[in-house]
């Protein structure tokens, strides 16, 4: 078994052998090379316009992603014709991943005026009030949210208008993507690397009430994607598992939340649905496999409907 390593290695590393040469090959060299270049991209980004920003990760995401990553667009487009049996003609499956390519790399490339997107009138939100009247009630708000558009802006627009709290993400491996998140991610939240450690963050902040928590419960765990479900059978863990017993166990409501890009460019509509009904009492492990359901049956209408929108289309295994 590879060993694990949570900090950087000796440089000495590099000239010994096995694991310790291999990971410190792919840290001081392998990660600084892109990161160096990672940083620079970023930066020549950033000095754009919003629209050129966009349209330039678009225009990378179409040409170059799909051959990069050809395994991850196999799989999309498997997943594709899984889901939309009646629109698997190969014209329209080769459609459908250029715009999915072309949204994520737009989303990549957005990191960069990320926070500019709301001042400049990117971004319209509909059913906020579904916040406002949980917060009124005293209620914890745990916000579920995916990985639709650019599900950045979820957060960002949460922040915006007097919603701050904290959440989970899963932090980028390469520590100049990580800084380079970091500093885009600056609206106010408390952000917290995927551990055990933030659950039981969640646990306190929820009871406490210390503001809304989001998490988002499409999560890629583990090289698995738990949810939707997709006819599978219902996961007792994963990220959509975790909220359901967050909710159980704090009281909190659960409010649906997701991104939408409007057509090919920067310009987005995010909406907050009205809190999940979910059992509250009974049999602990059949509540919660009854709230994943009710989750579920929310959630995947919504990504089934912006399919070409998914970020986890590429990593969806339904086989």
């Known amino acids: 078994m590879a060993e694990r390593y949570d900090s950087a290695p000796p440089l000495n590393w590099l000239f010994s052998d096995g694991e310790h040469r291999k990971h410190a090959f792919q840290y001081w060299v392998r990660d600084t090379a892109q990161g160096i270049l990672n940083t620079a991209v970023h930066h020549s980004l950033k000095a754009m316009s919003i629209d050129a920003c966009s349209a330039f990760g678009g225009a990378i995401g179409a040409t170059i992603s799909p051959l990069r990553y050809a395994e991850s667009d196999a799989r999309a487009r498997r997943n594709w014709c899984?889901?939309?049996?009646?629109?698997?003609?190969?014209?329209?499956?080769?459609?459908?991943?250029?715009?999915?390519?072309?949204?994520?790399?737009?989303?990549?490339?957005?990191f960069s005026v990320l926070d500019r997107l709301w001042?400049?009138?990117?971004?319209?939100?509909n059913g906020i009030e579904h916040m406002a009247a949980v917060r009124d009630a005293g209620k914890p708000i745990l916000v579920a949210t995916l990985h639709l558009?650019?599900?950045?802006?979820?957060?960002?627009?949460?922040a915006a208008l007097g919603f701050t709290g904290s959440g989970i993400y899963l932090p980028p491996e390469n520590r100049f993507d990580y800084r380079?998140?970091?500093?885009?991610?600056?609206?106010?939240?408390?952000?917290?690397?995927?551990?055990?450690?933030?659950?039981r963050y969640a646990l306190q902040a929820l009871k406490a009430n210390k503001g809304p928590f989001l998490i988002f419960i499409d999560e890629l765990v583990g090289d698995?994607?738990?949810?939707?479900?997709?006819?599978?059978?219902?996961?007792?863990?994963?990220?959509?598992?975790?909220?359901?017993?967050?909710a159980w166990m704090t009281g909190a409501e659960i409010i649906p939340a997701f991104c939408v890009r409007l057509g090919d460019r920067a310009q987005f509509s995010i909406t907050v649905l009205p809190p999940v009904d979910i059992v509250r009492g009974g049999d602990k492990q059949q509540s919660l496999l009854t709230n994943v359901a009710r989750l579920n049956a929310?959630?995947?209408?919504?990504?089934?409907?912006?399919?070409?929108?998914?970020?986890?289309?590429?990593?969806?295994d339904l086989a």
């Not at 558009?149 to 949460?158: A, I, K, M, R, Y």
């Open 82 to 110: 899984k889901l939309r049996p009646e629109q698997s003609d190969r014209a329209l499956v080769d459609a459908a991943m250029k715009r999915l390519w072309r949204c994520v790399g737009r989303t990549m490339a957005e």
């Open 224 to 246: 698995h994607v738990f949810a939707p479900i997709f006819g599978r059978a219902l996961p007792p863990e994963g990220n959509i598992a975790y909220a359901a017993r967050l």
């Open 180 to 199: 380079i998140a970091a500093r885009a991610r600056r609206y106010g939240h408390v952000m917290l690397a995927a551990t055990p450690a933030a659950l």
């Open 149 to 158: 558009g650019n599900w950045e802006t979820v957060p960002l627009v949460g």
């Open 298 to 316: 929310v959630i995947e209408p919504v990504i089934t409907a912006h399919l070409d929108q998914w970020y986890y289309l590429l990593d969806l």
């Open 119 to 125: 001042e400049e009138k990117r971004i319209a939100i």
